[in-house]
């Protein structure tokens, strides 16, 4: 955005202003730098051809509302341009890949959000103190109001709004207005990866603390979030699991097998999260044809294959027995605070259900390789079972320790098998946290997060942006 506001208002070529940015290290990684310097070239280089506005705006567009409590502001984050003479407004929202194809993917209420605040709010310099309101000038008559929405991987362009104020003002009071409302009103915190940037998470009760869970000492650096993803994919290469944080573009990143998985995943999601949680043969896919679960499409001999392991599951569903069930919980967002590591640990597992008072944290892998014996070795496999396990051992879901427990579904296209494992059993439990510091110990020391070349790098899907493998760049 810096970059972008030296192009449009100070008269900068692209290089001058790419070069002024390095100058102010604005950027630190490298791969950053070489993703922004794509993003930048691929927004002015690629204007939108059917835009209408020429100006660009720097002020911002605000709708402000006084209330006896409070004073609300709503704006949307973007490029601003308008056409002074002829009351017309555009506003681009940037995403870091590309448009080009997606289909109705976008929230409805943020866009009528996005094109309430252009067709409605008034122009004012962004604030010197956060806590300052905007000082807005007066509201002008905008005929036109348009959102669209700029790829930065290609420079690809979709029209998310093109109408009216009095169109605007529709959609926004049919998908925006009680969204809002509801924002307004609701206090409760829900912990996530926000965390980790909070200002007042030291004195937060919804964020469950777990002293010591990744076993590193680092209370003096500044704090920092993570998943056991993250951390597999900065063992495999810290640049790589640097670029996914900064959520750069992902290219060619879901093989067919991956596919398969996710649309496995999905279709228990579904089930367990429905009113009725039992899977049961009637509601299996037929293998004979492709069959969907959510995004995922499952085509070809791997709709037969699913369906086989899906069939599988029926042996291990925790919702076809008379076990004394009273809590699910499908893919749930879990965040732990470890105060002395100084990081925020996001967890998602497949399944949480609380069985005779206690809960059962439950994985499911699909696999197609051959079973082997199995063993304590799942823990360095598996490590999210390792982070469950020592969750559970600390009580950090509530409920009774000694009925929790951690599972493990492998679906095999031939057979399911489960593991149990006991967070009471000591043994076990420092064997997890063995696994946990071992994984997060290099993690939290490092501060470059280079690139580790390895024959890896040929399908990573951020190579792109990696500056360790120029020749894997395109032309
Ligand atoms: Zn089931």
């Not at 207005?177 to 990866?193: C, F, T, Y």
């Not at 925790?318 to 967002?333: K, L, M, N, Q, V």
């Not at 490092?446 to 395109?474: G, I, N, T």
Request: a negative charge; aromatic letters at 8%; glycine letters at 6%.
């Amino acid at each position: 955005m810096d970059a972008l506001d030296l192009i449009e208002f100070g008269n900068v070529g692209i290089d001058d202003a790419l070069g002024s940015l390095a100058k102010r290290r604005t950027l630190l990684h490298p791969a950053a730098e070489r993703y922004a310097e794509h993003a930048i070239r691929s927004y002015t280089e690629n204007r939108p051809s059917e835009s209408v506005p020429t100006r660009p705006v720097r002020e911002w567009w605000v709708a402000q509302r006084d209330s006896p409590n409070a004073l609300w502001e709503m704006w949307a984050w973007g490029r601003r341009y308008e056409s002074v003479d002829t009351g017309v407004r555009e506003l681009r929202l940037l995403r870091t890949g590309s448009v080009a194809g997606l289909e109705d993917d976008r929230d409805l209420a943020a866009t009528a959000i996005a094109a309430y605040v252009v067709a409605f709010g008034a122009a004012g310099r962004w604030p010197r103190r956060w806590s300052d309101p905007f000082e807005l000038g007066d509201r002008e008559d905008i005929r036109r109001a348009r959102v669209l929405e700029v790829g930065l991987l290609d420079g690809s362009v979709r029209v998310l709004f093109d109408g009216t104020s009095q169109q605007a003002q529709r959609l926004y009071t049919r998908y925006g207005r009680d969204v809002v409302a509801e924002l307004a009103r609701r206090d409760d915190p829900r912990p996530g990866r926000a965390c980790g940037e909070c200002k007042v998470m030291h004195r937060c009760d919804a964020l469950v603390r777990i002293p010591g869970l990744l076993g590193v000492d680092a209370r003096s650096v500044p704090r920092r979030t993570t998943s056991i993803s993250d951390l597999r994919y900065y063992r495999t290469c810290p640049a790589q699991s640097y670029m996914y944080g900064l959520r750069l573009p992902r290219i060619s990143e879901y093989g067919n097998r991956a596919v398969l998985g996710h649309g496995v995943h999905q279709w228990l999601e579904d089930i367990h999260g429905s009113d009725d949680p039992a899977c049961t043969p009637e509601r299996l896919p037929s293998g004979q044809d492709p069959w969907t679960a959510s995004k995922w499409e499952i085509t070809g001999a791997d709709a037969a294959i699913g369906e086989a392991m899906l069939s599988n599951h029926l042996d291990v569903c925790p919702f076809s027995t008379d076990a004394p069930i009273t809590e699910i919980r499908t893919e749930p967002t879990l965040s732990f605070f470890d105060p002395a590591a100084q990081a925020v640990m996001i967890a998602k597992p497949d399944l949480l259900y609380c069985e005779n008072g206690g809960w059962v944290w439950r994985e499911t892998k699909t696999t197609q390789r051959t079973l082997r014996g199995v063993g304590d070795d799942l823990l360095d496999e598996y490590p999210q079972l390792a982070l469950a396990l020592v969750a559970l051992s600390a009580g950090a879901l509530g409920g009774r320790c000694d009925t929790a427990r951690v599972e493990l579904e492998i679906l095999h296209p031939d057979s399911a098998d489960l593991h149990l494992m006991d967070p009471t059993d000591p043994a076990r439990v420092a064997h997890a946290r063995r696994v946990l510091r071992e994984l997060a110990a290099p993690w939290r020391l490092d501060e470059a997060f280079e690139p580790r070349p390895a024959e890896s790098c040929r399908w990573c899907p951020v190579s792109k942006w990696c500056p360790s493998s120029p020749d894997l760049q395109p032309e």
